[in-house]
């Protein structure tokens, strides 16, 4: 592959992680959110469900020496 195909895969996979961290802020926010509202107070034992965190895709390996 070419450096510029390198460098935007390397963009592409950096944007998919900082997705997924905006996630877990949005899931914390909610949580946090419900169990200061009136419905996490009168169901304490309920708490929102949120879908499965997206994995973590592994580095690629083809990007390991890109600098």
Do not use: N, Q
């Not at 963009?11 to 419905?39: G, M, N, P, T, V």
């Amino acid at each position: 592959m070419s450096t510029p195909e390198l460098r935007r895969r390397w963009r592409k996979h950096f944007a998919f992680l900082d997705r997924i961290d905006k996630w877990e802020d949005l899931c914390r926010r909610i949580r946090k959110e419900w169990l200061k509202s009136d419905e996490g107070f009168l169901f304490p034992g309920r708490e929102p469900v949120f879908p499965p965190r997206p994995e973590r895709p592994p580095f690629p390996e083809e990007l390991r020496d890109l600098t």
